[in-house]
């Protein structure tokens, strides 16, 4: 059977079943509500606030009519959004309901390498983990996902993705719509390609850069809308996807960009376009009068002339979200915040630097090694700040990510970036050929036998072998530096 042509709910062409202009696109209903992932319940026992998740498998609508085998966390697809304060010490009770090997990772988080959910923390079929850390960072939107060795695409693919919230006495004295589900939306991007009978299709057509969907779904379905009652709106975007890279804008009006990856940025950001690749976050103010409606829409991927097809059939924009106001909208102040000062900001300074690392990403290769759990690659020193020179040595980008730090960018080709990319970041889109240069600090939590990862987020390329360790040591302590054992790897 060929993939199902799906150009009335979010547009495509190439794979053989046709294309559809965006007009044909934008000229279709966005037929079901937004569906808001639940606030996952907790309860504080001896001062421990004490989530659990279980993940498992299930089903679900991504189109109106058709049944999706997925896996989700305590539901059918996707998992609850978790949500702790700063200084909060917090566990997760995560079992395993799937009958493969899988692992939670708290992608953006600050925590020790045990509890980090990486391929060490593999969790089996039927097996339970209870990560436990103390929130040590500013107010944020991060996630979860898996991570077990190898097949972390096809996990995230399947389904198994949430939020994790932060707040902090910044966020929570903010001007800033911070009712959940109602002017604070959660709004997991992901792209998915169907079978005709509805199976997610896992194999990838033409290799390259994984499993590009042909639906684009928020929240897991297929063409949602999302009513508006107030003036603002805050989308806490998050780029969910396994491959795809997404350029939103609304087109017709400009977005407020109030927070990157790690938090909130300096002062909101009026721009037109964010361009997510995998494993990216951004948050989001839109502003909406009374009785309007608007696109939030996917437009081209631009990338100074170097042609890749991320973009749904290569080329086109295509639509994400359409926002409904109601006829009479609920008054928003406008934006402002405290600045959210992180303890270790003072060391982010160029200044401290103490060493630099050159990371060089050809098609599949960091340094030209591949993923070796045995091996460690980097040992940092904790306490330092480092600068790490990234690049994409190929006509190809990639999404690098590291884990337990939120970076600063410093320059892109000796350049000063953006704005937009100037706030905290975790995940960061390598344009081919260019250098980034990322602010790094290891702030704690040394332990010479136990790595964090670094790799790309483009999860085919991570399973593929894209993807290294670092330790974080104790000065004087790189002697003690092991891998962890890893029977059958
Ligand atoms: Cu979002 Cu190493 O992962
Ligand atoms: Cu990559």
Redesign the pocket.
């Known amino acids: 059977t060929g993939a199902l042509g799906l150009g009335l709910v979010a547009g495509l062409s190439g794979c053989g079943v046709g294309s559809t202009s965006v007009n044909q696109v934008a000229a279709q209903p966005f037929t079901r509500k937004l569906p808001i992932p639940s606030l996952a319940p907790s309860r504080v026992s001896d001062g421990v606030r004490v989530f659990s998740l279980k993940a498992g498998a299930g089903r679900t609508r991504i189109l109106p009519e058709l049944d999706t085998p997925t896996w989700g966390y305590d539901g059918a697809s996707l998992g609850p959004t978790l949500r702790a304060e700063r200084g909060e010490q917090v566990a997760v009770e995560v079992t395993n309901g799937l009958d493969v090997t899988t692992s939670v ?1 708290w ?1 953006g988080m600050h925590l020790p390498p045990t509890m980090d959910g ?1 391929p060490h923390q593999a969790i089996p079929a039927g097996g339970r983990w209870r990560p436990s850390w103390r929130i040590d960072q500013p107010a944020a939107t991060l996630w979860y ?1 898996p ?1 077990p060795h190898g097949t972390t695409e096809e996990h995230v693919y399947r389904g198994l993705a949430g939020l994790f919230l932060i707040d902090d006495d910044a966020s929570s004295r903010a001007t800033l719509p911070h009712e959940y589900g109602v002017d604070d939306i959660p709004l997991i991007v992901q792209d998915k390609l169907l079978d005709r009978d509805g199976a997610l299709r896992l194999r990838r057509d033409g290799g390259e850069p994984g499993i590009l969907g042909e639906v684009v779904t928020t929240n897991g379905i297929a063409g949602a809308y999302l009513p508006v009652s107030t003036e603002r709106v805050r989308l806490r975007l998050l780029n969910g996807s396994t491959a795809r890279s997404y350029e939103f804008g609304f087109g017709d009006r400009d977005i407020q960009l109030i927070a990157t990856d790690g938090g909130f940025l300096d002062a909101p950001l009026t721009i037109d376009r964010i361009r997510l690749a995998p ?1 990216e976050r951004a948050e989001l103010l839109v502003i909406m009068k009374p009785g309007e409606m608007a696109r939030l829409r996917s437009f081209e991927v631009g990338l100074g002339g170097v042609a890749v097809p991320f973009a749904m059939g290569g080329n086109d924009a295509f639509d994400v979200l359409e926002l409904r106001a109601a006829a009479s909208l609920k008054p928003s102040p406008a934006p402002d915040w405290p600045r959210s000062r992180h303890a270790d900001e003072d060391e982010l300074h160029e200044s401290a630097v103490t060493r630099t690392r050159a990371f060089e990403l050809d098609e599949r290769k960091i340094n030209g090694q591949l993923m070796d759990l045995s091996r460690i690659d980097e040992v940092v020193t904790v306490g330092s700040t480092e600068v790490w020179e990234v690049r994409s040595t190929v006509p190809m980008p990639h999404s690098f ?1 590291v ?1 337990d730090v939120q970076f600063r960018l410093l320059t892109i080709d000796d350049a000063p970036p953006p704005e937009w990319l100037r706030g905290p970041k975790d995940t960061i889109y390598l344009e081919p050929s260019r250098r980034y240069r990322l602010l790094l600090h290891f702030a704690d939590y040394a332990d010479p036998a136990m790595p964090y ?1 670094y ?1 790309c ?1 483009m999860l085919w390329h991570e399973d593929e072998g894209m993807m290294g360790q670092f330790v974080v040591v104790e000065p004087g302590d790189e002697g003690a530096v092991r891998a962890p054992e890893h029977p059958g790897s």
């Open positions: 990772h992608h990486g996902h991570h494993g990510h884990h990862m790799h987020h």
